[in-house]
Structure formats: C-alpha cells, structure tokens
C-alpha cells in the first residue's frame, strides 16, 4: 500500500523506489538487494584469494642498523629518569617513522587480501566527507535539494562500502589467525572497530526522518527497552539519535581506529601459519616466539602513499558511480495527519483504545509506565523494570486527552464533553471508550461513521470527542501538541511514534515495504536498496527458535542476548580453544600465503635435486 511519494531522484538515477524483492528458503528469508550485496562480498573475498597478486622481486632482508630517529630522541645523559624523555623515547622506539610510513614490508604480504584494510579506511574518509557536507545543510537539506540528495546517496553508498570492505577485511584476518604473535589486542580493537561502525550507521539510519528511519526506531527501541538501555538510549528521540551519529560514535570510531592502525603499524603483520603445525610444547613456544619477534626475512618494497592515493580514487570513483547511478530511497516519513486522513476509522479505534487501556502503549511497562504488557526478561531479573520509567507516557492523558484539552479552551461543546467524560468515574469511562473501540473495530461500522461522531448512546461522550481528535488530527494540530516538548527544540518523536505503532496503518505500510520483524525488517532498506546486512546476526534470532516462537513474550531479549554471547566469542577468539584453532584446520591461509608457501617450497627443491646429482656421480 503507498500513499505518498518516494523521494526525488537525479534525472540519470535508476528507480529503485518500488516495494523489495524477496527470496525464502526455509527460515531464511532477504530482500533480492541485501542477498546481492552478500554475494558480492562473497565474491570479492573469492577472487582476492584467488586473483595472483601483482608484487615486486623479493628483497634480502634489511641490515639491523641504528635507526637515526630512535637515536636522535635518546635522552640526554642524565635525564633519562626524566616522564618526559621516557615517554618520547618509548613512543619512538615502538612507533619509528619507517613503522609509521614504511617502505618495506615482509615478502609474504602479497595477497590482494591485504588490501582491504586501506579500502576500508579510504571508505570511512569518504563517509566522514559526504557526512561534513551533509551537516554544512542541515538535516533536512537532503530531503528537499537535489544536491543535497546526492550528497546523501554518496553518503549511503560509501557507508555501503566501508561496511562492506570491513567485513571482507575481518574475515581475511580470521582465516590468517591475525591474533598471533602477542597482536590479540590488534584483533579487539579491530573487532572494537567494527562494532562501533555497526552503531554509527545504524544512529544514522535513525536519523534519516523519512519512513524506513520511523520503522527501525520504533522496532528497536523493544530491543533496547527490553535489556534496560531503552531508559538512557532512545531511538525514536530523533534529536539524542543525530548528536550520536554526528559527534559521539565517529569521534569514538575515529579513536577506536587509530589505535587499530597505530597497533598494526607497531606489531607488524602477522606471520603465515607454519606448512605443518608444531608438536610438542617446546615447539609450540617457540612458534609463538618466532610469531611474536620481529621479521627477519626477505622484504619488498611498498609504497604505502601511492597505495593509498590509488584506493582513494578507485573508491571515489566507485561511490561517485553508485551515488549517480542508483541515488538513494527517502520514503517520506509518516505523520500522525498523513495517517488520519488516510484511515480514518482505525484512527478513531486506535485513540479508543488509548482511552480504554487496551492498546500496546497503555499496557507496555518501563520506560514508559508501570504495565507489564510487554515486559520482557529471561531468569530472575529483569533489566527492564530495573531501568525503571524514564519517558513516562499515560496512554490516554498523552494521546487524546491532553490534546483534547488544549483544544477546548478555545472549543466550548468539546469542553462540555469533555468534562463530563473526565467527571465520570474511571469505570464508567472505560465502559465508554470500550464500547467505542469496539463499534470501530474491524473495517467498517454498523451505524453511520460521520466523522467519528457515531450515533452511539452507549458509548457516552466519546464520539463527540473522537470527532474532534480526528478533527485535529487532519489539520496537523494533533502531530504539533504530541511534538510539543518542553525542550528547545521539538525533536523527540517518541509520542507519535508510540502513537500511531499501536495503529494498523504503520504497520501495514511496513509490511508493503518488506520491514516487518519476521521479513528481516531492521536489515531491510524502503525500495529495492540494500539496507543493513551487517546485523543480520541480530536479525537472525527472530527467524529461527527460541525467537521465532516467542514473539509476544522475550524475542527481543533472546535476540539480544544471543547476539552479545556470538559478539563477545568473536571479540575473545585469540583466548578461546578450538575456535582460535579453525585457520589452521580449515586451510584458507594457503590461498593467501600461496606466493610465500610456494617460494619456500622451491629452494627445498633445488636442494634436493643437487643432492640427488652428488649421489649420482659418487
């Protein structure tokens, strides 16, 4: 079902604003975009195992020398006891120039696997610089100018890419067991890394205000509520969800980064896994110490300044070809007046249930209030109701008769009605709304609808006061009263959100654009683009059992919770038995080291043939 417009296109843009589709095998079932951005990460990975890697003539290894910037740093005779001078001289010593920009590196790095690294950061400068143009506009500058649309699609796209580059990155240095040698912390930060990658883009999908950015603040905030987080982090508080993705997460990303970089320039590379693996203890402890030291072997020459200005402007060119070509969705957002005058009468239902208590707000719990409808925990404590209610909202003061109210200061026959709706007992009123929630229910009503005034006499005052809620509605009043905060700038949308979630209309429009929960919703993107395939191991819990079949009860919470135990497994790999070990059972490091593998195979051969030849003639 569509009811309003896609966003505006470039003129040479592809139209990808129409529904997704989508594909199912079992419980498996993606959107045709987000499975062809996973195979295409597939695909890359393959043949950067595969594709021979163009690589200079081995070097003989550098002559151990004094390097002039780790003397030149030395303290003076006598200050050596100096903060100062220790510090100076440990930063050189651990990070020298030639670390820091090198010019060689060890002849076994000659996979194009090592690439991705530099593409990925090369990507992350790209989103930084497309993200600085977009704030030089302000967050609504995209959604009404051309340029600032194909700002936002390079931003989308590139984002696209740094995601993408990263991952294939992390999987190359899982199958190298990149952990070795004393550079497990390397590994943690990496993982660290991605991580907060993960939730700077998805702050940013959050503070998109269009359709697709309404659905997955108000899908993951049960997510977030449900382990307690929802009581500090709310996603569908535009204003907090734009701070974190414009100045908290990228300056955390940038930091968690740099130290990633600074520890690979410090650590070196791992070393390629033995041909065969060591037995014994002696053995393996000196494996690891060889793993650990410094490299001692033959080197080449890398330029690691031309490497980079290269994947910039193949990465450029790249975002640039994306952006023009495939542009980027903007599904405009849905307002609580767009959704009255559509569906009137599952409006009308929808404040009937507010007013009698049977909606999903009502009943929610913590943040909210004190129900227990969707209180969610697994074992004894529930972190939920710990976080206690932090964005109070009662259903029926905060939806119909709050704004009602300040509409009848100015309104006397909804004043009367309005008091005598409140004058009444609670009993008498949830008598009222019920009887008015259930003359609406389903998609028609049995007496004439006249702008929800139904002639209802058991239904008391309501009617009259659901045709001015309606009323409101239609004009824009009602989205203005629940926006009204008390705060400077009006950009927590948490009421209407609740509001119209507790709807069908919202979510049928979700359900038409391949959004809802058990479609992969939070990966999906509006129209046929790819959305967020990096949290399909989130995504994946509510597929499968427990989550599959407990979707009124603690899917959300399972689903976090099996996503932190995988996330904290990948994150200690170097210390976990066994799942360290699969690199070196599962041999992809022979297609990444095979260059190396096989010219340590040729001198063994040489010798043994002139061996052979000695024999011979003796």
Not at 101 to 118: E, K, N
Not at 303 to 309: A, F, H, L, P, R
Not at 418 to 445: C, E, I, K, N
Not at 544 to 573: E, R
């Amino acid at each position: 079902m569509k009811v309003y417009a896609a966003g505006r296109l470039h003129p040479m843009a592809i139209d990808l604003n129409h529904p997704s589709h989508i594909l199912s095998w079992s419980f498996l079932t993606i959107t045709v975009a987000n499975l062809i951005v996973i195979a295409i990460m597939v695909v890359i990975f393959g043949a950067a195992l595969i594709i021979r890697f163009p690589h200079s003539a081995s070097l003989p290894p550098a002559e151990p020398g004094e390097d002039h910037a780790t003397a030149a740093a030395a303290a003076e005779p006598g200050d050596t006891d100096m903060w100062t001078a220790k510090v100076r001289t440990a930063a050189t010593r651990l990070l020298a120039p030639k670390k820091l920009l090198p010019d060689r590196q060890p002849a076994y790095v000659a996979s194009w696997i090592y690439t991705f690294g530099i593409a990925s950061l090369v990507a992350l400068g790209i989103v930084i610089g497309s993200g600085f143009g977009l704030a030089l506009g302000g967050p609504d500058w995209w959604h009404t100018n051309p340029v600032g649309h194909f700002f936002n699609s390079l931003h989308l796209w590139s984002v696209e890419l740094f995601m993408a580059f990263l991952v294939i990155h992390l999987w190359g240095k899982f199958w190298m067991a990149a952990w070795r040698g004393r550079r497990a912390m390397t590994w943690i930060t990496g993982v660290i890394a991605f991580l907060a990658s993960v939730t700077t883009a998805f702050t940013g999908y959050l503070s998109q205000q269009n359709f697709d950015s309404q659905w997955i603040s108000a899908s993951a905030k049960d997510a977030f509520n449900a382990v307690g987080v929802g009581a500090f982090f709310n996603p569908m508080n535009f204003g907090q969800m734009f701070m974190w993705h414009i100045v908290l997460m990228p300056l955390i990303l940038v930091v968690i980064v740099g130290a990633h970089i600074l520890l690979v320039r410090a650590r070196g590379v791992s070393h390629p896994l033995p041909a065969t693996r060591a037995r014994g203890w002696a053995a393996r402890k000196a494996a690891s110490a060889a793993d650990a030291g410094p490299w001692r072997g033959p080197t080449r020459r890398y330029d690691i300044i031309k490497e980079g200005t290269v994947a910039f402007l193949l990465v450029g060119v790249l975002t640039f070809l994306l952006a023009g070509l495939l542009s980027s969705p903007d599904l405009p957002a849905l307002s609580v007046q767009a959704w009255a005058q559509h569906d009137q009468l599952g409006f009308v239902n929808t404040a009937a249930t507010e007013l009698d208590g049977s909606s999903e707000t009502a009943a929610y719990g913590p943040p909210y209030n004190n129900g227990t409808g969707s209180l969610q925990q697994i074992g004894p404590i529930s972190w939920q109701k710990l976080s206690g209610i932090t964005q109070r909202i009662n259903a029926a003061q905060t939806f119909v008769l709050g704004p009602l109210s300040s509409l009848a200061k100015t309104t006397p026959p909804l004043a009367t009605v309005l008091a005598t709706y409140t004058q009444a007992l609670a009993s008498q009123q949830r008598s009222w709304a019920s009887a008015y929630d259930t003359a609406t229910a389903g998609a028609t009503t049995k007496v004439p609808f006249n702008h929800g005034d139904l002639n209802l006499h058991k239904a008391g005052p309501v009617p009259v006061m659901m045709s001015y809620e309606l009323a409101m509605a239609r004009s824009g009043a009602l989205d203005t009263d629940l926006l009204a905060q008390r705060q400077f700038y009006g950009t927590d949308f948490t009421k209407p959100l609740l509001f119209m979630e507790d709807g069908a209309y919202f979510g049928d429009l979700a359900t038409a654009q391949h959004l809802q929960g058990n479609q992969w919703g939070v990966m999906n993107e509006t129209g046929n683009y790819p959305g967020q395939p990096w949290l399909w191991l989130y995504q994946l819990w509510y597929q499968i059992p427990p989550g599959s079949t407990t979707w009124s009860a603690s899917a959300d919470v399972w689903a976090v919770m099996a996503t932190g135990i995988c996330t904290l497994a990948l994150l200690l790999v170097p210390f976990i038995p066994g799942l360290r070990d699969i690199p070196r059972y599962v041999p992809v490091h022979r297609l990444i080291w095979r260059s190396w593998y096989r010219s340590q195979r040729q001198p063994l051969a040489a010798g043994a043939a002139d061996q052979a030849l000695t024999q011979q003639h003796q």
